[in-house]
Structures are given as structure tokens and as C-alpha cells.
Nanobody
Framework: QLQLVESGGGLVQTGDSLKLSCAASGRTSSRYTMAWFRQAPGKERELVAASGFTTGNTYYGTSVKGRFTISRDNARNTVYLQMATLKPEDTAIYYC????????????????????WGQGTQVTVSS
């Protein structure tokens, strides 16, 4: 069983940067498509970024493209989300997730089944 633990959230100001970490245990994260989701109060959960494990494809949500970067350190069994130029609308709980699936088309990553989830980390961006 794959366990995921997020860290790195906090309170920052508009324009700041923040790096989230997702430490995997139990199994190696290199065998999964790894993703970051977020959910703001009163809004649906959305896929922010994902990294395919066989294709190497990456997906970014429209609202974060060009500002967020997902990366993997397989030696540390850790996935990161580097967030730059943060905006108040980025305020949300950020969740790390893993899927057994992958896709040759990154646009299909939102449709994958994500079987494993972390507990989430809060990111708050003040204006």
C-alpha cells in the first residue's frame, strides 16, 4: 500500500513562492502517475499538476500553467510542487495523489483514477 504525506504549506503573500513536498512510503512512487490536486472552500477539487510515470508527460491546470512546476525525486521517493507568483485564488488545501494509470496524452490525466491520497496541506495566499 502506498502512503502519501504532504508538507510545506503555509501562509504567504501575493507574489511569493512556496514549495510543497509529498513523501511516499510503502511503495516506490516512480511506478505511479503522481499528481497534485487542490480544493478551495465551496469549490470542487481540481487537478493542478500531474507527472506520468511511463510517459514522462506532465499536465498543468490552466490557472497554474507557467507558475507551478511538478517534479519527482525518485531517489527520495518524493514529489514536489514548486509554486511561484502565488495569487489569493491559489488558496486551498493541496493534496498529493497517485494513480496506477498513465496516458500518452497529458490532457487525459484528469480522467485517471487516483487510488492513493495524502491528508492535504493548507496553502493560504494573502492579498
Amino acid at each position: 500500500q502506498l502512503q502519501l504525506v504532504e508538507s510545506g504549506g503555509g501562509l504567504v503573500q501575493t507574489g511569493d513562492s512556496l514549495k510543497l513536498s509529498c513523501a511516499a512510503s510503502g511503495r516506490t512512487s516512480s511506478r505511479y502517475t503522481m499528481a497534485w490536486f487542490r480544493q478551495a472552500p465551496g469549490k470542487e477539487r481540481e487537478l493542478v499538476a500531474a507527472s506520468g510515470f511511463t510517459t514522462g508527460n506532465t499536465y498543468y491546470g490552466t490557472s497554474v500553467k507557467g507558475r507551478f512546476t511538478i517534479s519527482r525525486d525518485n531517489a527520495r521517493n518524493t514529489v514536489y510542487l514548486q509554486m511561484a507568483t502565488l495569487k489569493p485564488e491559489d488558496t486551498a488545501i493541496y493534496y498529493c495523489a497517485a494513480s496506477n494509470g498513465d496516458s500518452a496524452m497529458a490532457s487525459l490525466f484528469p480522467g485517471l483514477t487516483y487510488d492513493y491520497w495524502g491528508q492535504g496541506t493548507q496553502v493560504t495566499v494573502s492579498s
